[in-house]
């Protein structure tokens, strides 16, 4: 199993520029997530999903998007982009939150950058 | 809403020293405490979990507790080793909300 891999390693945007960060998971998950994290700062959920079809934002959504129309498939879209948007995306997966078992697999990361 | 604080930012420690690292909460109501590991430019990858009914949990070197009266857990690791060097974050999960993250303690282990 590959687990949850993104693409792009890195990328650099100039403002107002858009672009869409990929996350793909062969586990099977239902839950997937997207999360920023800005240096010396935890993670801050941007969205997530609990199915195909199914999202919802998470605590900074304003200026992302996001889409899910295959159960492996959980893509993030930045619509011009901004300064603020400098950071490092990472996308999770989990079977589901219900159980007091269930943990997070991530993804290695996207250094974003926006000039 | 949860809030997760994480002292102290940054430990630096000799090889071979136990150490401990810690991790509040503000609301006890939680599904469960979990500690990842992140590397350098690299994901995080979970080490313990602790559900709420818990009180700690151990893997090898490593032993986390949970104390959901106080607010508190805690990762201890004994003798400490370089290759132990890296960022530990905490993350609470609360029933019916997503997981929250504290902002992390990076630890240097010198040899």
């Known amino acids: 199993n590959a687990g949850v891999t993104q693409t792009p390693k890195f990328r650099i945007l100039k403002i107002g520029q858009s672009m869409t960060l990929q996350c793909t998971q062969d586990?099977?998950?239902?839950?997937m997530y997207w999360y920023r994290q800005d240096p010396g700062m935890g993670l801050k959920l941007i969205y997530y999903?609990?199915?195909?079809?199914?999202?919802d934002k998470g605590e900074v959504p304003n200026g992302y998007n996001v889409s899910r129309s295959t159960t492996e498939d959980f893509p993030l879209r930045l619509e011009l982009a901004a300064p603020s948007q400098t950071s490092v995306y990472f996308c999770?997966?989990?079977?589901?939150?219900?159980?007091?078992?269930?943990?997070?697999?991530f993804g290695p990361g996207t250094r974003l950058t926006v000039l | 809403k949860q809030e997760v604080t994480q002292i102290p930012a940054a430990l630096s420690v000799p090889e071979g020293e136990n150490l401990v690292l810690n991790c509040s909460f503000t609301?006890?109501?939680?599904?469960?405490l979990q500690w990842f590991r992140q590397d350098p430019g690299k994901g995080l990858t979970s080490l313990l979990l602790i559900q709420s009914s818990q009180r700690e949990q151990t893997s090898g070197r490593l032993n986390a507790s949970l104390d959901k009266s106080s607010g508190r857990s805690t990762l201890y690791i004994a003798a400490s080793q370089p290759g132990d060097s890296a960022a530990y974050l905490c993350?609470?999960?609360?029933?019916?909300?997503?997981?929250?993250f504290g902002p992390g303690t990076r630890l240097s282990v010198l040899p």
């Open positions: 993350a609470a999960h609360n029933y019916g909300q997503n997981f929250v």
């Open positions: 586990m099977n998950h239902n839950y």
């Open positions: 999770a997966s989990s079977y589901s939150l219900a159980r007091g078992t269930d943990t997070q697999y």
């Open positions: 999903s609990v199915g195909a079809g199914i999202t």
């Open positions: 609301d006890s109501a939680i599904y469960n």
